[in-house]
């Protein structure tokens, strides 16, 4: 059973950082794409960024360009968002999402994936 867990949200005020975690076990496939998607009150559920399991090329929303990093440790079945310069409208629910046999495209399109997180809560203060 696949399994993703994120964890790392919280409140912080603008100009701010922090590092998402999100753990995942379940893992048989090859071809994968982790992404990172988050949903304010209102609003649809939007990607990130992604991390490809073939070549480790990431993609980024130009919301997020230069302000936030992904990252991925192999050895502990991690991936990372380090999110830097945070502004009140990155306040959301963030998730992370892996979505099987895309790990070549790496899209931000939240249909394309097929296991979600929980989602952790971040707040970003003015």
């Known amino acids: 059973e696949v399994q993703l867990v994120e964890s790392g949200g919280g409140l912080v005020q603008a100009g701010g950082s922090l590092r998402l975690s999100c753990a995942a076990s379940?893992?048989?496939?090859?071809?994968?794409?982790i992404g990172w998607f988050r949903q304010a009150p209102g609003k649809e559920r939007e990607g990130v960024s992604c991390i490809s399991s073939s070549d480790g090329s990431t993609y980024y929303a130009d919301s997020v360009k230069g302000r936030f990093t992904i990252s991925s440790d192999n050895a502990k079945n991690t991936v990372y968002l380090q999110m830097n310069s945070l502004k009140p409208e990155d306040t959301a629910v963030y998730y992370c999402?892996?979505?099987?046999?895309?790990?070549?495209?790496?899209?931000?399109?939240?249909?394309?994936?097929?296991?979600w997180g929980q989602g952790t809560q971040v707040t970003v203060s003015s």
């Open positions: 999402a892996a979505g099987v046999g895309v790990g070549v495209l790496c899209p931000l399109s939240p249909p394309e994936y097929d296991y």
């Open positions: 379940g893992f048989t496939f090859d071809d994968y794409a």
